[in-house]
Structure formats: structure tokens, C-alpha cells
């Protein structure tokens, strides 16, 4: 069974960025995530929060990101991930699916907190934690759309050397209470990690490797590679 990959990309990081979603989607992404960047990421490790840093410099707006996206062609679903700061603005939901986005991302939005999110057509994706208990994993796993974000570690985003012990608990007790995929994020660096994670997933997300790669200069072509190792590992 071939399982998920979602590499993720901080919309207008660069010039030209939609470049890269065309060479994620041939590299066979199944869903790629595009970051709205915000100024105060806090979930978000440091080499996504300097993508997001660099693309704010260069005057990204949600708006534009928006626009781009709308302009781009996208063979595979398109997932936004932002704070709830931008997503719970009215017209957030509907701008999203003029673009052309088709699910939601919100790491800061509380489980009590997400019927103020108006996003109508819009799976919403919820995450998870090692630290989340029990009967609040139930609800996550009952009012996730799309998938569940299986977050590996409590920390921020970033590239580690190894996949977290604990990713392979959390999706485990994940998987008991939802039969959408379970994805997991957060660290995962490499295509064994990959390959690791998805033992116990349907699969996984990759940001700050992809993004690594971006930010050092490398092109959509050599990301894509990249990306395309990603995907054969995943290959099971």
C-alpha cells in the first residue's frame, strides 16, 4: 500500500514559487501544504519561521499567496496551514476556496474554539499531540476532516535525526479513534524517517527539510528529487 506524502511550501517564499508546487506535484505529492506566512509563528521551528520571515520581506500577503494560487495549476489537493489570527477573518474561508484550496490548517486554533472558524467546503485538519489525553483524542479524531495531523514531538517544526519515539505511540492511539489517514509531521527529515513513520501512519508531512533546501537556493528541479525520494521510500 502506497502511503501519503505532503511536502510543505511558505507561500511566497520566493520569486516564482508556485514553480516548486508543480515539481512536488511531479514528484508525486499526493497533498502539498502551502503556509500563509504569519509574524508570530509559534509553532512553527526556526527554518520555517525565517521562509516566513523572508516571504513577509518580500510583501506575501495572504491575499497574493491566495492569488497565485488561483493562477497556478494543481493536479493534487492544495492544504493551507496559517494561525488563527488570519483564519478566523471574515471571507478566510471563502478566499480559500476561490484560490482553489480545498483543506485547512489552523495549529493554534482551540478544539473549543473551531465552530468561530467559517470555512464552508473546506476540510479542516486537526492535530495531535503526544501530550493529548485521552477523551480529547476522541474528539479531535470525531471532528477532523480530511486527515488528523499527528504532531511527532511537543516542540516546534524542524529537521531531526531521528523520528521521535513518540510519533509511533501517538499514531497508534490516533488510529483508534478515526478511520481518516493519520498523518504524521514535525521532524521528519529524511526518506528513512519517512519510511519509519509510515510503518505506523498513512503517512507523512515534510516541512522544514523541503524548506531547507529552498531557503540554501536549491531549484524546483533539485527539490523535486528530493521530494521524489520521499516518495519511493514511502513505497510499501
Not at 493536479?75 to 471571507?91: F, H, Q, W
Not at 474561508?93 to 465552530?115: C, F, N, Q
Not at 526518506?191 to 529552498?214: C, L, N, S, T, Y
Request: charged letters at 20%.
Amino acid at each position: 500500500m502506497t502511503k501519503l506524502l505532503m511536502p510543505y511550501l511558505t507561500g511566497g517564499v520566493v520569486p516564482g514559487w508556485t514553480a516548486y508546487l508543480r515539481a512536488f506535484e511531479d514528484a508525486g505529492a499526493d497533498l502539498i501544504e502551502v503556509g500563509l506566512p504569519f509574524s508570530d509563528p509559534t509553532v512553527d521551528g526556526p527554518t520555517i519561521q525565517e521562509a516566513s520571515d523572508a516571504a513577509l520581506a518580500r510583501g506575501a500577503t495572504p491575499a497574493s499567496i491566495l492569488e497565485d494560487l488561483a493562477q497556478a495549476h494543481k493536479s493534487v489537493p492544495v492544504i493551507a496551514s496559517t494561525y488563527a489570527n488570519l483564519a478566523l477573518r471574515p471571507g478566510f474561508g471563502e478566499a480559500l476556496t476561490a484560490a482553489g484550496v480545498t483543506g485547512l490548517i489552523v495549529p493554534d486554533l482551540p478544539l473549543d474554539e473551531l465552530d468561530q472558524l467559517t470555512a464552508p467546503g473546506i476540510a479542516v485538519s486537526l492535530l495531535a499531540s503526544p501530550a493529548t489525553p485521552d477523551d480529547r483524542l476522541a474528539e479531535i479524531g470525531r471532528r477532523s476532516q480530511g486527515f488528523v495531523y499527528a504532531v511527532s514531538i511537543m516542540g516546534t517544526t524542524g529537521e531531526r535525526d531521528r523520528l521521535a519515539p513518540s510519533a509511533v505511540t501517538l499514531a497508534a492511539r490516533v488510529k483508534q479513534v478515526t478511520d481518516l489517514p493519520v498523518l504524521i509531521g514535525f521532524g521528519i527529515s529524511s526518506p528513512e524517517q519517512a519510511a519509519e513513520a509510515a510503518e505506523v501512519a498513512d503517512g507523512v508531512i515534510v516541512g522544514a527539510a523541503v524548506m531547507r533546501r529552498i531557503l540554501d537556493g536549491a531549484s524546483p528541479s533539485a527539490v523535486g528529487t528530493f521530494v521524489r525520494s520521499l516518495r519511493a521510500a514511502l513505497m510499501v
